[in-house]
Nanobody, 125 residues
Framework: QVQLVESGGGLVQPGGSLRLACAGS????????MGWFRQAPGKEREFVAA???????YYTDSVKGRFTISRDNAQNTMYLQMNSLKPEDTAVYYC???????????????????WGQGTQVTVSS
């Protein structure tokens, strides 16, 4: 069974940086499109970024130029480097895996088959 485990969350001041990691096990994670989603208090879970098994990436507009998604297939690990953090980036961040290999990056929550338990990111002074 596929398991995804996030790490790297924490408290950071506005303008600071954090690097999230998502370690996968139990399946051919390297063949999945991997994504990051986030959910702020009182809001719906939303797409943040994704990286296709081929290496192509896609970001939601609000994080473009600040966040960078990457993956290390040898380690079955995905990363999200978050720079210039803002208070509105505060949320629980989830990694997710989409095992469909027939198309490009998908951003819908329902498209993803596997989910981690989340890691809290708080941006505050």
């Amino acid at each position: 069974q596929v398991q995804l485990v996030e790490s790297g969350g924490g408290l950071v001041q506005p303008g600071g940086s954090l690097r999230l990691a998502c370690a996968g096990s139990g399946g051919t994670v390297r063949t999945y499109t991997m994504g990051w989603f986030r959910q702020a208090p009182g809001k719906e879970r939303e797409f943040v970024a994704a990286i296709h098994w081929s290496g192509s990436t896609y970001y939601t507009d609000s994080v473009k130029g600040r966040f960078t998604i990457s993956r290390d297939n040898a380690q079955n690990t995905m990363y999200l480097q978050m720079n210039s953090l803002k208070p509105e980036d505060t949320a629980v961040y989830y990694c997710a895996g989409d095992r469909d290999q027939t198309g490009g990056i998908r951003i819908g929550i329902m498209e993803y088959d596997y989910w981690g338990q989340g890691t809290q990111v708080t941006v505050s002074s």
